[in-house]
Each structure stands twice: as structure tokens, then as C-alpha cells.
């Protein structure tokens, strides 16, 4: 994963404000899942869930949760926000 500087700075500025007992967190939009997949082990009650339109970005997102062993607290969809109904009570 090699993120823009400013995905960078949202990371690290997320890392440092969110609280460490944060139990959800979503990625909508989640490309190749760099900015969820980079904040998952800095909360580690955490689970993710991580949502893209791009069925190619969806499978990035998976081969990367599972190349850093995070493909267990990460839950990864393809399709559209809106069409989520369960989108509700994220911390993060």
C-alpha cells in the first residue's frame, strides 16, 4: 500500500484523535482499503467494514486485508453506500 501524503495525514490525524477503544469503523469507498486497512491495527477492538462500487477495488481491498492478516476483523462489499441499509453507529 502506498498512500498519497494527504491519505497519509488523514491516517495519522485519525490515529491520533480517535480514541483506542473505537469497536467499528468503515471505509466507504475503500479502493484498495489503504486508509481502513492502515488504521485497523492502531484500534485493536476494532472491526472494519469496507464498501466500493468497484468489484476490482473490492478484490484489492481482500488481497490486502489478507496479506496483513486483517481479513478477520475486516468485512469488505461491493455496491453502492446508499444501498447499504445497515450503515449505522461507526465510531470511525
Known amino acids: 500500500l502506498i498512500p498519497r501524503p494527504e491519505t497519509e ?3 495519522e490525524l485519525a490515529t491520533q484523535r480517535a480514541p483506542k477503544d473505537i469497536r ?8 484498495t482499503g489503504c486508509i481502513g486497512l492502515s488504521l485497523l491495527p492502531n484500534f485493536p477492538q476494532a472491526e472494519l467494514l469496507s464498501i466500493d462500487q468497484s468489484q476490482i477495488a ?5 488481497a490486502n486485508a489478507e496479506n496483513l492478516k486483517l481479513l478477520s476483523r475486516t ?5 453502492s453506500v ?3 441499509s445497515d ?6
Open 87 to 92: 450503515l449505522q453507529d461507526f465510531d470511525l
Open 82 to 84: 446508499i444501498e447499504q
Open 75 to 79: 468485512q469488505i462489499r461491493h455496491g
Open 9 to 11: 495525514l488523514v491516517v
Open 58 to 62: 473490492v478484490q484489492l481491498t481482500r
Open 24 to 31: 467499528k469503523m468503515a471505509d466507504f469507498g475503500c479502493g
